[in-house]
């Protein structure tokens, strides 16, 4: 036994071939260096020119500098390696319990029959039941959420055995139907029909619910929990709604088998007019705090109500990281890659940010630990709470549960109402010292970085199979809006009192600093962006070339960091499990990204320091109609509404359009290809590049008919823009 415990429950692997990498990004380094020193020693006299020339400077010193950033996370990659046996072997009888957080907040675009798909999916973790507790969160407090979370409960008395008793995967009725719509094996081949019939049944009825608005007055007279609704206003009126829908120390409530559920918790936090409730983070504290008087498991786990459990191992990977004798003391969340259901072969919207998931974290994880990113992270309950790392003062995970109330259920909700009432976190420390962070919309990321300045490490883990999976984004626009949020609050968190910059020197490493800087900067490389597409095109205009030619010697740096960065990009994003088209498409999305969301967010950010704007939060819509989703499938972009992000992409598009025209025009009646070859060949390329990744958007204005194209208002905006542009420039300038 003694030499057992000695065998760790996870390994940690070094990246390959890191020798070769380093020396790669050693000759990238230098040329960027050499860029600099040819901007610095060709600074034009003349003084229009010469601003020209240094705002392309700081372009180049902008994206120099914030390439060194990107260093960070492939200087050291990491990959981990959990022992699901050795934990089993050894800890299987005395496993801490864990509380799972399902958050929803919207019964129209986050419909109810996904959030309990999700609940059903957690809820058959592989795991002993009586340890495993699952709440959901319901900002909205819809009746119909809870009408859902009820039929849930029933129903997984039938769903839960059967997936235990057959070892299906994924857990998710829903997916689980979808992926195996048959079953050949006799034995399972009854049980399956009838699951997926009840299934099919209680589906129904919260379609019908949904679409009626309402739930049955039969339905209704089924539960005592209903009568709460007769002090609900509005959404954002009402008390605390409690409902502990199974209790899993009740010996009445059982499977069909006669085994143990895990207990099942609704909770819709109070809402008023007057009072602020801080979006997800707000709930997330509300959970905190009511589920310590219930379950109160060491462990939390955090997830979205779209992002069901894909793999019911993934409790016992996480625990290999806390429960590990030597490193596992310090570890303070397990992070989780969010990967997406509805993500398509070549990714149009880059939406599963894939060097993010297979090269950022792993490279973030060889530094002190990944970012908590919300939904997929697995937390000890003491850090979240606001503890300082201490061995000695660290609680066992395998205590026994802190709470048994002794009280009846009804007795308990009431008692237990006033924790998630509006008034509980005045004058406390509440979305401060404690629980997860206010003020912020990305609560989760600047929640983690506090955690890890308090002495704590973070673990990632990206399983084979996948742990969790999600519904992306399904139109640009919804892709450029959750864009912008989270540039944005990494840009809050950059210049906040826990700016990595700051608060994090002397508290974590340098590599972990950058790292974090990487995402903190995302907005501020709008400028420069936006800089690149317009200034060297219009330049060509008047033959006024800002690279050096061919013929030069400084040509080579230029060219050297432009195109072996490129290719290592698209290498690094083939090794990453992308295709060619993806990477093409994921360098548009990143184009468009810093053209729209990255500005946004750093417009509003300026804003709001002087007062002018306030914090929101736009939750995305998991729900898409049908041909939208169609086009989603084809993976043609979706424009169709007159925003002024499209505005924007349109208006740069269109610009070098023009310019790239007016080039081939004045070569073609002209000068001949030498004119450009030979003068503005890097120039030229990068308004032939910006044209090129653009097509599509040429394409939704000019030719495309179906409801998703450019409005026509747009286009024409966008055209007189450009038009403007260029004409004001070749003439007045
Ligand atoms: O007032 C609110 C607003 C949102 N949510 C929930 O928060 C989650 C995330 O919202 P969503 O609109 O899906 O945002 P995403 O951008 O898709 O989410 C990512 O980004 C968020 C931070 O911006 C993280 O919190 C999430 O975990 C992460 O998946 C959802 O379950 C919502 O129901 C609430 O509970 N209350
Ligand atoms: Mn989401």
Known sequence: MEKDDCIPLFETKRMKGRFIYRLFALSIFVSIVLVWVYRAINIPSECGSR?????????????????????????????????????????????????????????????????????LSVMAYDYPPEKLSVYLSDDAGSQ??????????????????????????????????????????????SEYYLIKNLYADMENRIELASRAGRVSQEAQAGHGGFLNWHSYFSKGDHDTILQILINGDNSDDKDVEGCSLPTLVYLAREKRPRHFHNFKAGAMNALIRVSSEISNAPIILNVDCDM??????????????????????????????QNYENVTKNDLYGNSLLIISQVDFCGIDGHGGPLYVGSG?????????????????????????????????????????????????????????I????????????????????????????????????????????????????????????????SPVWYGVGRIKLGHIMAYCIYCLWSPNCLATIYYCIIPSLHLLKGIPLFPQISSLWFLPFTYVIVAEHIHSLVEFLFSGGTILGWWNDQRMWLYK???????????????????????????????????????????????????????????????????IWLVKKIVADFGVGYAYEYMILQTLLCGILVAINLPLY??????????????????KSFFFALSVCTCYAYLY
């Open 377 to 433: 992270c697995f937390h000890r309950r003491e850090t979240l709470s606001g503890a300082k790392y201490s061995k000695e003062g660290l609680a066992k995970l395998t205590r026994e549960r802190a709470i048994k109330f002794k009280e009846n259920i009804q007795e308990l909700e009431e008692r237990l109402k006033f924790l998630a009432n509006c008034q509980f976190e005045e004058n406390t420390e509440w979305g401060d010292e």
């Open 594 to 660: 810093r053209q729209t969301s990255y500005l946004f967010a750093l417009i509003d950010t300026v804003l709001k320091m002087v007062g002018l704007s306030t914090f929101s939060f736009v939750i995305s819509d998991k729900t898409t109609d049908e041909d939208v989703n169609l086009r989603y499938k084809q993976e043609i972009m979706e424009f169709g509404i007159p925003s002024t992000m499209f505005t924007i992409l349109a208006s740069l598009a269109m610009l070098n359009l023009l310019c790239f």
């Open 144 to 189: 119909i959420t809870f009408y859902a979370l009820l039929e849930a409960s029933t129903f997984s008395k039938q769903w839960l055995p059967y997936c235990k008793k057959y070892n299906v995967e994924p857990r998710s009725p829903a997916a689980y139907f979808s992926a195996f719509p048959q079953k050949d094996d006799a034995d399972q081949a």
């Open 435 to 498: 629980g997860v962070k206010y003020g912020c919309p990305t609560e989760d990321v600047i929640s983690g970085l506090s955690i890890q300045c308090r002495g704590w490490k973070s673990a990632y883990y990206n399983p084979e199979k996948m742990a969790f999976l999600g519904v992306a984004p399904t139109t640009l626009d919804q892709t450029l809006v959750q864009q912008k949020r989270w540039s944005e609050g990494d840009l809050q968190i950059f210049i906040s009192k826990y």
């Open 308 to 337: 069901y459990s894909n793999n019911s191992q993934a409790v016992r990977d996480a625990l290999c990281f806390f429960m590990d004798e030597k490193q596992g003391n310090e570890i303070a969340f397990v992070q989780f890659p």
């Open 51 to 119: 601003l020209v020339w240094m705002m392309m400077f700081a372009a180049e010193l902008w994206f120099g500098l914030y390439w060194i950033l990107t260093q960070s996370v492939r200087w050291n990659k990491i990959y981990r390696v959990p022992f699901k046996e050795r934990l089993s072997q050894r800890f299987e009888e005395e496993l801490p319990c864990v509380d799972v957080f399902v958050c929803t907040a919207d019964p129209t675009i986050e419909p109810p029959i996904m959030v309990i798909n999700t609940v």
């Open 699 to 716: 394409n939704a204005m000019f030719w495309r008919k179906d409801s998703g194209r450019m409005p026509t208002s747009v286009t024409c």
